[in-house]
T-cell receptor
Framework: AQSVTQPDIHITVSEGASLELRCNYS??????LFWYVQSPGQGLQLLLK??????LVQGIKGFEAEFKRSQSSFNLRKPSVHWSDAAEYFC???????????????FGQGTILTVHP | GAVVSQHPSRVICKSGTSVKIECRSL??????MFWYRQFPKQSLMLMAT?????????EQGVEKDKFLINHASLTLSTLTVTSAHPEDSSFYIC??????????FGPGTRLLVL
């Protein structure tokens, strides 16, 4: 069975500092990997996704993530954090078991990001 | 574009009653919709996958008779929590998928059963 681990429950950074959110996955085949952000009162928003190809993926809002198969990781990074980035971030792995969908997502526990001015 | 709405956003009900939650894709058609449950300070857990015009596929451990899912059209799926009890209190989130590798999430419905 697939699983996702986000080791950091809560991270605090200063505005303008760099950010890295960790994500490790367990999946038997080539994973389909996602990062979502959840703000209060809003639905999860897709930041970026990896299906294949270039292992460094660019997303919205200046985020990027790097797929490292050898480390089973898909860490999210941003060079300079803005106060508006404060939210909860979820890493997810999707399966296409039986070709039914890539939508059967397994989510990590989430990382809450606090940004200090 | 790609907006998914849920109604209601919050609902409080008495134990033993049933509650219906609607999930709508407002500007696209969704052949597949998903229902998730999120406990406080925990991750989202997939409850079921719903395809338009067919029966929902429930994840292991999810009672299909308690959580009735109907996907009657390409823009609407409903989740009915039957005979709700306090342990059913949770945050329910739907997502809609226009194509297999993309899904858009609704804002969620907070259910409190007294």
């Amino acid at each position: 069975a697939q699983s996702v681990t986000q080791p950091d429950i809560h991270i605090t950074v200063s505005e303008g500092a760099s950010l890295e959110l960790r994500c490790n996955y367990s999946y038997g085949a080539t994973p389909y990997l996602f990062w979502y952000v959840q703000s209060p009162g809003q639905g999860l928003q897709l930041l970026l996704k990896y299906f294949s190809g270039d292992t460094l993926v660019q997303g919205i809002k200046g985020f990027e993530a790097e797929f490292k198969r050898s480390q089973s990781s898909f860490n999210l990074r941003k060079p300079s954090v803005h106060w508006s980035d404060a939210a909860e971030y979820f890493c997810a792995v999707g399966s296409n078991a039986g070709g039914t969908s890539y939508g059967k997502l397994t989510f990590g526990q989430g990382t809450i990001l606090t940004v200090h001015p | 574009g790609a907006v998914v709405s849920q109604h209601p956003s919050r609902v409080i009900c008495k134990s033993g009653t049933s509650v219906k939650i609607e999930c709508r894709s407002l500007d696209f058609q969704a052949t597949t919709m998903f229902w998730y449950r999120q406990f406080p300070k925990q991750s989202l857990m997939l409850m079921a996958t719903s395809n338009e015009g067919s029966k929902a596929t429930y994840e292991q451990g999810v009672e299909k008779d308690k959580f009735l899912i109907n996907h009657a059209s390409l823009t609407l799926s409903t989740l009915t929590v039957t005979s709700a009890h306090p342990e059913d209190s949770s945050f329910y989130i739907c997502s809609a998928s226009p194509v297999l590798e993309t899904q858009y999430f609704g804002p969620g419905t907070r259910l409190l059963v007294l």
